[in-house]
């Protein structure tokens, strides 16, 4: 039962109320294929340059135009859960957590960018639901949304996963929780920790149907696919060759998948504390 003692004390347990979506994205690899045609026509022209802040009313968050009522029903699902607050009781948040939804760090310019104006974290620890948690010092008002990483377990052992901010002892549904936050100031005194601000997910879906073989082709040298201004080589596999899928660099964890069967069991693991098996779909 979520939010028991239990859960505070074994943190491999818990599940998540995720509404498990059989998607049918493979409509959407002509689009793909025609975007990397013209973003590769355009790069090709000369270096790229930064514009600055762009003005005007926000163009992303929302879903293409055009899309069939099935597509359409998938989007508004998925934005539905990425803009809900969990709970303790009702969704199993924690029994760590960086945040208690995905818009609150995925916030701007629109839901499912990057880190929001008035940092969410800042707020949660000031607001009246934040249990025994305090605010660590590299979290500020106006600061960016942060998850942090330590370098290193100990002396000789790396380390580089995600260590979660916050806990949920004492909150609503988990009065009796006593489980303490990492120790940041010890850890950031050995100049052990590292940070990272929410990368924004506009476009993952296209960018999902890029094939395997398409990237390794690129990182072999076929310049039919590379173009002139895609240098490297592919970075080779997930972490844990988890469903024998290529990684991509700034997902979570350089997880394989954006799409539903890696998102519940990867990115509401690290940052919710939500965990249950592996997708089957």
């Known amino acids: 039962m979520f939010g028991r003692l239990p859960l505070c004390q074994n943190e491999a347990r818990g599940r998540s109320m995720i509404t498990r979506l059989k998607p049918a994205v493979h409509r959407l690899a002509g689009v ?31 879903s293409l135009s055009g899309l069939s009522t099935e597509f359409t029903q998938l989007f508004q699902a998925g934005a539905a859960k990425f803009a809900k607050t ?10 760590r957590m960086n945040f208690s939804s ?14 929001a104006k008035i940092n969410p974290q800042f707020a949660f620890v000031y607001g009246p639901d934040h249990g025994a948690n305090r605010l660590p010092s590299f979290i500020t ?60 997910v506009f476009g993952a879906g296209l960018i999902e149907q890029i094939q395997d073989s398409t990237i390794r082709r690129s990182g072999h040298g076929d310049q039919a696919v590379r173009g002139p201004s895609v240098p490297g080589a592919y970075s080779g596999r997930a ?3 988890s469903y024998n899928r290529q990684a991509f660099h700034g997902r ?17 693991r690290s940052h919710h504390g939500c965990t249950q098996g592996k997708p089957t779909e």
């Not at 025609?34 to 992303?60: E, H, N, W, Y």
Request: glycine share 14%.
């Open 102 to 115: 995905c818009v609150g760090c995925h916030a701007q310019p629109a839901m499912g960018g990057s880190s």
């Open 252 to 268: 979570s964890g350089h997880r394989p998948a954006m799409l539903v069967r890696e998102v519940p069991s990867a990115i509401l």
């Open 141 to 200: 008002q106006n600061g960016p949304t942060r998850e942090a990483r330590f370098k290193k377990l100990n002396k000789t052992t790396l380390d580089g996963g995600v260590h979660d901010l916050f806990t949920i002892a004492g909150m609503k549904g988990a009065e009796t929780c006593r489980l303490a936050q990492p120790d940041f100031a010890t850890e950031l005194r050995k100049n052990n920790v590292i940070f990272r601000i929410p990368t924004p």
């Open 32 to 62: 793909s294929a025609f975007l990397l045609v013209v973003s590769g026509i355009g790069l090709s022209q000369g270096p790229a340059k930064d514009p600055g802040i762009r003005g005007g009313p926000t163009s992303a968050g929302t």
């Open 239 to 241: 972490p844990d060759n």
């Open 86 to 95: 969990d709970t303790v009781g009702g969704d199993g948040l924690g029994p």
